[in-house]
């Protein structure tokens, strides 16, 4: 398996434009089941769970090809309803095929997809939704399967937890529903509008995407589309941590700064300085950072994927600090590998408590999920000597060209092949 080897100590500046999001491009490639019809998707970045769910489309038997950043799906005619283990299993997001398919199909056999390192992951919002829709569930032999007679009914449906992936499941699901839905306490990520201006174009009656209500009125009928994926906000605010962190002064282009002004009200509060000019962000590390607690929330509170890379900042900054997590139950899994690295911390429940450490020495380290590789990239920026980084298939599935860009800002970083 390939392998990163940071030697780190290296201020980073320079420019880089900020991918497409992987988490608005996913539900997005999904969306394209809704239709017969020809859909071009444009600044897809170019990522491992981007060709998982190329692979899946052309299963189900819609035939998807992608170059460079744009994804084509041609028309299409017959829909194949099971999507097997070794698919599903590869990437969670696969479960958004279900929405599709029981409008479309009025069935789908979806493997369950199991847990994940992060967590367990459960999809039992997504599955009260379409009961609520109409459709009969059955757990067989590790797979889910719905069903229903006709199509899927409008229905009220309120969400116990403002689920990003039941809210994207349930808007796939009820476009093409007979009557009203209304999803009451509904994710309100950046992803989940673009997810809706993508179904619009489509020809959905949807109102209040972005909010705790989103309504959509059933058609009968999708056409294709074609649409350019807003900017990954994660991305975003990874990189302008890794400035901060190695003391530098990084300049991104293609950004929506709105769309995660959260972490950078927490940045500048910490001291940091940032500019902001339309798609631009100039962040420039100009003092030591003060210590600043986070505590992670729904959108526009304080992202989870950005947990990580936060505490990892926090590792070096003089003074205490504490991360909260709340969204998953055990997405601590980058703690015991910071502490390999230097960093003084100490998990109690759902905290984390941070001493801020001088510097940090690089060792070996493992990734164990996609944020938490992006952690230990940071940290090994800063540490003294070499930092080896293992199982960077993780990082594969959501950062694209990581190193090249690391490299292009300054950083001694490279890939070994494994
Ligand atoms: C999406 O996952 C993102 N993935 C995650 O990003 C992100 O961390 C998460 O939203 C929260 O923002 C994609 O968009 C592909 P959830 P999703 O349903 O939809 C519990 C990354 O690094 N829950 O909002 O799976 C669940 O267990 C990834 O890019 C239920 O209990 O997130 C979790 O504790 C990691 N039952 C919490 O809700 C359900 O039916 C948040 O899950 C659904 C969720």
């Given amino acids: 398996m390939d392998k990163i080897i940071i030697k780190g100590g290296n201020k980073l500046s320079g420019t880089i434009k900020v991918s497409g999001s992987k988490n608005s491009s996913l539900p997005i490639l999904f969306a394209t089941l809704l239709t017969d019809d020809e859909c071009k998707i444009k600044n897809v970045p170019v990522l491992a769970d981007i060709k998982t769910t190329v692979d899946f489309l052309n299963f189900i038997g819609k035939k998807t090809t992608r170059k460079a950043n744009i994804v084509n799906c041609e028309k299409s005619s017959k829909l194949n309803h099971i999507a097997p283990y070794d698919l599903v299993r590869k990437m969670r997001a696969s479960v958004l095929v279900m929405g599709p398919l029981i409008a479309r199909l009025g069935k789908v056999n979806v493997s369950l997809p199991g847990g994940c390192s992060i967590g367990a992951r459960p999809i039992d919002i997504h599955l009260d939704a379409f009961k609520k829709m109409g459709a009969k569930i059955e757990l067989k032999e590790g797979y889910i399967n719905v069903?229903?007679?006709?199509?899927?009914?409008?229905?009220?449906?309120?969400?116990?937890?403002?689920?990003?992936?039941?809210?994207?499941?349930?808007?796939?699901?009820?476009?093409?529903?007979?009557?009203?839905?209304?999803?009451?306490?509904?994710?309100?990520?950046?992803?989940?509008?673009d997810l809706a201006d993508v179904l619009i174009k489509m020809g959905a009656k949807i109102s209040g995407a972005g909010t705790k209500i989103i309504t959509v009125e059933g058609v009968e009928k999708l056409h294709g589309f074609t649409h350019n994926v807003i900017a990954d906000r994660i991305e975003a605010a990874t990189y302008m941590i890794a400035a901060l962190m190695t003391k530098g002064e990084i300049i991104l282009t293609g950004v929506i700064p709105e769309h995660l002004q959260i972490v950078i009200d927490k940045l500048i509060e910490a001291g940091s300085d940032i500019k902001i000019n339309n798609d631009t962000i100039i962040v420039k590390w100009k003092k030591d950072l003060k210590p600043i607690n986070i505590r992670t929330e729904i959108y526009p509170g304080f992202p989870t994927d950005i947990q990580a890379q936060w505490m990892a900042l926090m590792c070096l900054v003089k003074g205490n600090s504490i991360v909260e997590?709340?969204?998953?139950?055990?997405?601590?899994?980058?703690?015991?590998?910071?502490?390999?690295?230097?960093?003084?911390?100490?998990?109690?429940?759902?905290?984390?408590?941070?001493?801020?450490?001088?510097?940090?020495?690089?060792?070996?380290?493992?990734?164990?999920?996609?944020?938490?590789?992006?952690?230990?990239?940071?940290?090994?920026?800063?540490?003294?000597?070499?930092t080896e980084i293992s199982r960077i298939y993780h990082l594969d599935r959501g950062y694209e060209a990581l190193e090249k860009k690391f490299r292009k800002l300054g950083a001694n970083i490279k890939r070994i092949k494994g």
């Avoid at 229905?155 to 689920?163: G, H, L, N, T, V």
């Avoid at 998953?328 to 590998?337: A, I, Q």
């Avoid at 230097?342 to 510097?359: F, P, S």
Wanted: proline share 2%.
């Fill in 147 to 193: 069903t229903i007679d006709g199509r899927l009914k409008g229905a009220d449906i309120e969400f116990r937890f403002a689920s990003v992936g039941a809210t994207e499941n349930v808007l796939l699901a009820s476009v093409l529903a007979k009557g009203t839905t209304r999803i009451i306490n509904a994710a309100k990520e950046p992803e989940i509008q």
């Fill in 325 to 386: 997590e709340t969204v998953f139950e055990n997405r601590f899994l980058h703690v015991c590998e910071l502490q390999r690295l230097g960093a003084n911390l100490k998990i109690e429940g759902n905290l984390v408590y941070i001493q801020g450490v001088k510097e940090l020495s690089g060792a070996p380290v493992m990734v164990s999920d996609l944020r938490a590789g992006a952690a230990l990239v940071l940290a090994g920026l800063c540490a003294k000597g070499k």
